[in-house]
């Protein structure tokens, strides 16, 4: 199937092909047609699958169509897009203005961390597409300063991630004062029960769209895993950065110090490196996301925070120099490689205390990834058969998706 045979209008096909973009991935074959139809829709989808303009471009449509093509006046919100990181709001107002360059469409973004002069006076005319995070929206609706009384698309994105990151009460304080006759669009990359009940809540005779459940890795992202000393990691990154001649990677670790730790580490042997994480400033974390995209860092060290709001053209690595305790986070991190149909490489490095990580995340990619030892820093097997401590022998049953996956299935699958 093409973008022209979904019907769109010339305008957004016009964008599109400005693009290059001729064939829908299958989150947007399957999802666009319905959205135009005025359909609620639940879509369970990873990053890296067109999940953005599966919702995007049938918006755009629909508001170019309802426009009177006048730019004058005060802009109602008609659509408001909600999304946890600010990394993630920029993303997908990016994608609006991309595909909608043609129209007359206007969208804006708010997020929390910045002075919110500048957001609010961009806001002065009003706007057709909000994209926000939850906090700084509400700031603002308390303020008096933004309304929701016109809103006829609601975007909840990255739901599992909302939840995760605390938001849900923010989330139902902002659901409470949408209108009723709305078209809600849920996304999440997991289904915990949770979930099923935010959704069961938002949703009126949803079709359900399911494409790459969040427990099939990247089908071209050749992984491997490396048995390492907790203490021998930084010598390990470094060895492969150097031996596998990788010019750009990105390297997730556990907490927001462990990554200004090793960007420290990398500097002292001369490799371009910063961080990524809720620590830093909104111009800061910018000028490192922005430098890594244009090549002037080699190595970008980030936090789960950032693990689906990264979008990088062609690259080719990620490490995991620290393994996540969800199991499904991995997936989330190794999908910032191998997208839009290019192959990519995962490197994860496994201490003894995090061998039932390793052993979860096997478990739900339904896998087992491959043991590398061609390194200088292999962990000797005796450490490796030692008994986990106490406090790593944790059921897995409370992990986010399992029991819900099984009991919200989708109606079509990919």
Not at 213 to 231: I, L, N
């Amino acid at each position: 199937m093409t973008f022209q045979e979904l019907e769109l209008s010339e305008p957004l096909l016009h964008a599109l092909a400005d693009e290059g973009y001729t064939d829908p991935t299958p989150i947007q074959e399957q999802a666009i047609p319905f959205v135009l139809q005025g359909r609620d829709l639940f879509g369970c989808a990873q990053t890296g699958t067109g999940k953005t303009a599966a919702f995007a471009i049938p918006i755009i449509q629909m508001l170019h169509q309802k426009a009177d093509n006048s730019s004058r006046g005060y802009r109602h919100i008609k659509t408001l897009v909600l999304t946890p990181t600010r990394e993630l709001a920029i993303q997908i107002d990016k994608s609006f203005a991309t595909y909608g360059k043609h129209t007359a469409i206007k969208h804006n973004v708010i997020f929390g961390g910045v002075s919110q002069s500048a957001q609010l006076n961009a806001l002065k005319s009003g706007t057709d597409v909000l994209i926000a995070t939850p906090g700084r929206l509400l700031d603002l609706m308390n303020q008096g300063y933004i309304h929701l009384e016109d809103i006829q698309f609601f975007v909840l994105d990255e739901a599992d991630r909302m939840l995760d990151m605390g938001f849900i009460h923010d989330i139902k304080k902002i659901i409470r004062v949408l209108p009723k006759e709305r078209q809600t669009l849920f996304f999440s990359a997991t289904i915990p029960t949770t979930i099923v009940q935010l959704a069961d809540s938002l949703l009126r005779n949803p079709v359900k769209v399911e494409v790459t459940p969040v427990s099939t890795t990247a089908e071209k992202v050749e992984q491997s895993v490396f048995m390492v000393a907790r203490q021998d990691k930084a010598l390990l990154l470094v060895h492969l950065l150097q031996e596998k001649g990788i010019d750009r990677t990105l390297v997730f670790t556990r907490t927001k110090h462990g990554a200004d730790k090793i960007v420290k580490m990398l500097h002292k042997v001369d490799i371009k490196a910063d961080a990524l994480h809720g620590n830093k400033s909104q111009n800061a974390r910018e000028r490192a996301l922005d430098d890594f995209k244009n090549n002037r860092l080699k190595v970008l060290v980030a936090t789960d925070i950032a693990a689906r709001g990264i979008d990088v053209d062609n690259l080719t690595h990620v490490i995991n120099f620290d393994l996540p305790d969800v199991p499904e986070t991995y997936v989330h991190r190794i999908g910032r490689t191998g997208r839009a149909g290019n192959s990519g490489i995962a490197f994860s490095f496994c201490d003894a205390e995090e061998r039932l990580n390793l052993r979860d995340i096997n478990k739900i990619t339904a896998q087992s990834i491959e043991v590398d030892r061609n390194h200088p820093y292999v962990m000797p097997d005796s450490v490796r058969a030692m008994p986990a401590p106490p406090q790593q022998q944790r059921s897995t049953q409370h992990r986010s998706g399992q029991q819900g996956n099984r009991r919200y299935g989708a109606t079509t699958r990919r």
